[in-house]
């Protein structure tokens, strides 16, 4: 097709917009987007209220171990420690799992945890450490605010941190391709 007799179509029989229809539907716009983010900041609000991390953050609870402006480290609620030296690594800023995490927010907050395990190696007597986090009720997620488990181990110590379940790879390859797709999409 030649520039010439190529031809934008027209939109016949509609009524052509006025700037007063412009404003009025910039204006709608603007109110609805304002109502979502009120929405959003409400129900944040409501999570935190509810939310037994961002209670013991707030109040400085005394079990908190270590905290900076971007995260706190304390050992887990009630009885969960599976060893001493097992400890949490809880973003100050409530975000349900990693996948409501900013990118920003990600980075800063596993850029702690990689300090955290470098700073322990380097000084105590702990020399390897198991990472686990749960994001999603899938995924076995108790508590609703993004943390990360730190379980610091030492040579010998005697423990198997290592999940075992019942698979025996039945469809390991086809998944993986599906998954290689994806990630690349
Ligand atoms: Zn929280």
Sequence with gaps: MSPENFRIPRRNGKRKKTETDLSFADTLRVMLEDLKSKLRTAYIEKVKGECVFCKMIEEENQKIIYQ?????????????????????????????????????????YFGQIKDIADKLKEKSRYSGVNILSANGKEAQQSIRHMHTHLI???????????????????????????????IKD
Aim: hydrophobic fraction near 30%; avoid cysteine; charged fraction near 35%.
């Design 68 to 108: 900076n402006d971007l995260i706190a480290v304390f050992p887990p609620l009630k009885s969960g420690a599976l060893k001493e030296g097992h400890l949490l690594v809880v973003p100050r800023k409530h975000s349900e799992d990693i996948f409501e995490m900013e990118g920003s927010e990600a980075e800063e």
């Design 152 to 182: 610091l181990r030492e040579n010998d110590d005697g423990y198997d941190m290592w999940p075992k379940t019942d698979y025996k790879g039945q469809s390991f390859k086809e998944v993986n391709k599906e998954l290689s797709n994806l």
